[in-house]
């Protein structure tokens, strides 16, 4: 997830051109396109809901050939071989439509997805990158998750333009 200090993933109108950054920290790596290259080379599938989807559709499809999986409960039809539809218990597909045949699944959002996902003890790690702005309003990643979940900080990493990729492995109880 991307995401501004004060913890918002898109404004309210789910707009998300605020998520980019012109700030200067010298001590941050650069992110350049091999960077970014490599990073997604390392994702086997993607997770999404449907508003997430239909944004991606409508701003320009950024996953390529890459299996995406679309949780919506209406029967939505797509023109992208890589895109398949999904209903119903997260659990059971998670653990045994997905895990046996990828290996990092990647949960794109948004936040009503993402909650059910930490909620239901789906998700084994959280990986963060904070934008330097304070959107003041917007849709919130973490509200009323419900449960505590105790994390550990596994990688930090500052970008010379001040964004912070922060990585958490979830503890399981
Ligand atoms: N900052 C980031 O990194 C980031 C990443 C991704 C998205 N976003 C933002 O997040 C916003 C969208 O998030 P959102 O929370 O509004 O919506 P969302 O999570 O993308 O999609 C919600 C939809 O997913 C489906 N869904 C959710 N749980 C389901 C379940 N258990 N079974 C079947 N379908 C299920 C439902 O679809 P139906 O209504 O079709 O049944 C639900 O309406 C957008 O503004 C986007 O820009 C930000």
């Given at each position: 997830?991307?995401?501004?200090?004060?913890?918002?993933?898109?404004?309210?109108?789910?707009?998300?051109?605020?998520?980019?950054?012109?700030?200067?920290?010298?001590?941050?790596?650069?992110?350049?396109?091999?960077?970014?290259?490599?990073?997604?080379?390392?994702?086997?599938?993607?997770?999404?809901?449907?508003?997430?989807?239909?944004?991606?559709?409508?701003?320009?499809?950024?996953?390529?050939?890459?299996?995406?999986?679309?949780?919506?409960?209406?029967?939505?039809?797509?023109?992208?071989?890589?895109?398949?539809?999904?209903?119903?218990?997260?659990?059971?597909?998670?653990?045994?439509?997905?895990?046996?045949?990828?290996?990092?699944?990647?949960?794109?959002?948004?936040?009503?997805?993402?909650?059910?996902?930490?909620?239901?003890?789906?998700?084994d790690e959280?990986?963060?990158?904070?934008?330097?702005?304070?959107?003041?309003?917007?849709?919130?990643?973490?509200?009323?998750?419900?449960?505590?979940?105790?994390?550990?900080?596994?990688?930090?990493?500052?970008?010379?333009?001040?964004?912070?990729?922060?990585?958490?492995g979830?503890?399981?109880?």
């Open positions: 997830m991307v995401s501004s200090l004060d913890g918002f993933i898109a404004k309210k109108d789910g707009s998300v051109s605020w998520m980019h950054s012109k700030d200067t920290y010298q001590k941050g790596i650069e992110l350049s396109d091999e960077y970014v290259a490599n990073f997604l080379k390392s994702i086997d599938c993607y997770v999404m809901g449907s508003r997430t989807y239909e944004q991606a559709i409508e701003l320009g499809w950024p996953y390529g050939e890459v299996p995406v999986f679309v949780f919506s409960n209406r029967a939505l039809k797509s023109d992208k071989k890589s895109v398949r539809f999904l209903s119903g218990d997260l659990t059971q597909i998670v653990n045994h439509q997905l895990k046996p045949s990828y290996r990092n699944i990647w949960m794109v959002g948004g936040t009503l997805l993402t909650k059910e996902f930490l909620r239901l003890g789906l998700a959280i990986n963060i990158t904070i934008i330097p702005t304070l959107l003041g309003d917007g849709k919130p990643f973490f509200d009323d998750i419900g449960k505590e979940l105790a994390l550990h900080l596994k990688d930090v990493t500052p970008f010379k333009d001040g964004m912070v990729e922060l990585v958490y979830i503890k399981k109880d």
